[in-house]
């Protein structure tokens, strides 16, 4: 059952588009298998990309015998890793979110210190707000908590802003081209008292899940800005609710999720939500095919690639 | 009548705030006009900062017998040179609202593309938004029109977001450290087919007056954004009005402005407004201390101040 040089690895894309866009790979076969059901395949199948925005079942993939390899489109694998059979190793996806998740903390964070959230609801009732002064992103304080890709993608953007940029991430370590070095959580406390603008970019694990809770957020000063990029559960929404009046929030993930219509965190004047756009933008796709490409062939070359998350 | 040496020399400023934060000024004596009315040491006024945010009585200006040189905080001065008496030069704020328009200019940008006021709207009735890809600003094509210190600035900022950058001006001219040419004006008609972003930073002069007509919008792909941080009669409000269905707008300037609250722009879904807070945010203070205090010594030393932008 061992791959020869002669037989191609099969690899399943989740639909014909990606077979197209990704073209031509020495030594693979690329297949369609969008993982609502079980592939036609299935029994051939020693690489698996799973659909991207869609939902699809995972019990498919207890359903290839030859499978070695999940390669996720998102940077998020939080519970897969888990559910995979023995033997199965699983990539998430490196540099491929980078550009348009950073791109969305931006946005975010702008928009909300320019005052776009009251210009629309200003423009719904044809109101031209009298003059006044607005808080600027310049001169700010910005803590950028997570510094993986993401993280150092979001420092990039903030450069040129006449901003101070800290990067917190779970260990202390030297800085790069952007910042000078990478603090460890463990400064948060002496940081968040100083902190105008809090952008959250770590991945969701134990470690995380509520990191954003009462104790960090009692911490920052009035009127600062908490920006979540990563995952809802890595804030808690019940402190979240507690602070609104004197912190502002913007985020583009939230617990529960999707957020549902009757909850309290819509009414929140200082609140403003995005409904988990980071990753699907434009920027997306021609950053993933390039990065499968990248991917498949080192598979081809070498039996693995980079970027294991798991493998069990 | 001539100063001598030993008679300081006296400014007007705004408040007393301006008196407190510029400090003492070697030669100078700072006084506070409001300019609601003439000032009481009208006479002694040889330099006159006017307010910046608040209107003021521009025939004050006309009594001031020893008024050499009106200072504005404001980049734009259409108009003022004309009102003023003869023999007293006008200078504009150079280098203080670059970085709080180009700021703007990129939350106008990004809210845009990422899709905020969209869901600022799904806020306020509780919905989350079914995934979708969104138009990333990385990839696509920005043109820069107008390039001068704010158009400088703006692209100083676009340069992490992974876009092709395209600067126009009045002449072409070699780039800087941000663009690697400056194209002329002429250039445009080639350039528009393909831009995906415009953002107008030129000054409102005979020139650019309707600059933004129907010959530019109608030159533009489909789905383009347009982003105003000039001065609203830059563009041509009918024009906008007909191809609101087929572009976006973002505008921190219109015409009329401010924009009365029965006028059509309001309605359009495709066009974000603010209400002119290009210059007016918190960055604006200690960039306008630094300058004026630069622009003060200068007088002191010389007579005379750079960024004269008219003397009659």
Redesign the interface.
């Known amino acids: 059952m061992v791959s020869s040089p002669e037989t191609p690895r099969v690899v399943s894309v989740p639909d014909a588009g990606w077979v197209q866009d990704i073209g031509p790979l020495e030594g693979m076969e690329l297949v369609v298998a969008d993982l609502q059901q079980v592939p036609d395949r299935a029994a051939e199948i020693e690489v698996c990309v799973p659909p991207y925005?869609q939902g699809y079942d995972r019990s498919t993939l207890a359903r290839m015998p030859r499978l070695r390899l999940v390669q996720l489109l998102t940077a998020g694998y939080d519970g897969l890793a888990e559910a995979l059979p023995s033997g199965v190793a699983l990539a998430n996806a490196v540099g491929v979110h980078d550009?348009?998740t950073a791109?969305?903390a931006?946005?975010?964070t702008?928009?909300s210190?320019?005052?776009?959230?009251q210009?629309?609801?200003?423009?719904?009732?044809?109101?031209?707000?009298?003059?006044?002064?607005?808080?600027?992103?310049?001169?700010r304080r910005v803590v950028i908590l997570g510094y993986g890709d993401i993280g150092r993608a979001v420092a990039?953007?903030l450069?040129?802003?006449?901003v101070r940029v800290d990067a917190v991430a779970s260990r202390a370590r030297p800085g790069d081209d952007v910042v000078p070095e990478v603090l460890a959580t463990d400064s948060l406390p002496a940081l968040l008292p100083h902190t105008d603008v809090l952008i959250v970019a770590v991945p969701l694990s134990e470690a995380t899940r509520h990191l954003i809770g009462e104790d960090v957020l009692r911490a920052l000063p009035d009127g600062a800005l908490v920006v979540n990029v990563s995952r809802g559960q890595v804030a808690d929404t019940a402190a979240i609710l507690r602070h609104t009046g004197r912190l502002r929030f913007a985020l583009d993930v939230t617990d529960p999720?999707?957020?549902?219509?009757?909850?309290p965190l819509?009414r929140e004047p200082n609140?403003?939500?995005?409904?988990?756009?980071g990753g699907?933008?434009?920027?997306?796709r021609?950053r993933a095919v390039r990065f499968l490409r990248r991917q498949l062939g080192a598979y081809a070359r070498t039996g693995t690639v980079p970027h294991i998350v798991s493998t069990h």
Chains 1, 2 share one sequence.
């Open positions: 925005l550009t348009s791109e969305l931006l946005a975010l702008l928009a210190q320019r005052g776009v959230p210009f629309v609801r200003d423009g719904a009732t044809g109101t031209w707000a009298s003059p006044r002064v607005y808080d600027s992103l310049a001169d990039r953007r450069r040129p802003f006449e999720e999707p957020l549902p219509s009757d909850h819509w609140v403003l939500i995005s409904p988990h756009t699907p933008t434009t920027a997306f021609p």
